[in-house]
């Protein structure tokens, strides 16, 4: 009678059954679903926007290459501006039909108070936007220009005059691409501040 011996390939493949079918059962038990005001809080503040009638911020933009373009700012998204005179970047607290609040720390007081703003005191708007590619290369860029130009002069004591094209090209591109991701749009008449709702 031959004697019954396990392999230990056939061992580890039990294991992993074993395994692999308790995993499962833990990940099959119910879970609470969500309701979908919840899912469209987990969106973002577009997406809250749609549960209640609100409004928010817009700025039209008609640029004399590329057209006309709306950004939107809801209550909650950072907004980067300059108005009297200084340059304020702060989550929007709340929109009105012609003003609009940011939350600023007090640092006497030691808590955050609203500073409303009228439309028309608003000078300049900072967007920030996230272009695949371009922004990643508006940091990137200006450094291998750096390094490029570093790398030349400890290599060879002095700065080659055939390196600085290759650099300015490399840091002059960077500035480019910097400033498509990350534009000032100067509020007059082309570029306007609105309010509008959701319904």
């Given amino acids: ?22 995993l499962s059962a833990v990940i099959a038990q119910p879970r609470d679903t969500l309701t979908t005001e919840q899912l469209l809080q987990r ?12 409004r928010y911020l817009t700025l039209d933009v008609n640029h004399t290459i590329g057209g006309f373009r709306r950004y939107r700012f809801f209550e909650g998204d950072e907004i980067h501006f300059k108005a009297r005179g ?13 003003t609009f609040s940011i939350l600023v720390a007090n640092e006497v007081m030691n808590r955050d108070e609203p500073v409303t703003f009228r439309l028309n005191e608003v000078q300049t ?8 590619f371009v922004t990643a290369a508006g940091t990137i860029f200006p450094l291998a220009g750096g390094v490029y130009l570093i790398a030349d002069l ?35 008449k082309n570029h306007r501040l609105n309010v509008l709702r959701t319904y």
């Fill in 1 to 22: 009678m031959k004697s019954f011996k396990t392999h230990p390939f056939r061992i580890v493949l039990l294991l992993i059954n074993a395994s692999l079918c308790i």
């Fill in 43 to 54: 969106k973002g503040t577009a997406y809250r926007a749609l549960i209640r009638h609100s």
């Fill in 86 to 98: 200084e340059t304020y970047r702060e989550s929007l607290y709340e929109v009105t039909d012609s």
């Fill in 125 to 132: 708007i900072m967007l920030h936007r996230r272009i695949p």
């Fill in 154 to 188: 400890v290599n060879n004591g002095q700065i080659n005059a055939r390196v600085l094209p290759v650099t300015g090209a490399f840091i002059g591109s960077g500035l480019l691409f910097h400033w498509l991701s990350n534009p000032h749009i100067r509020i007059n």
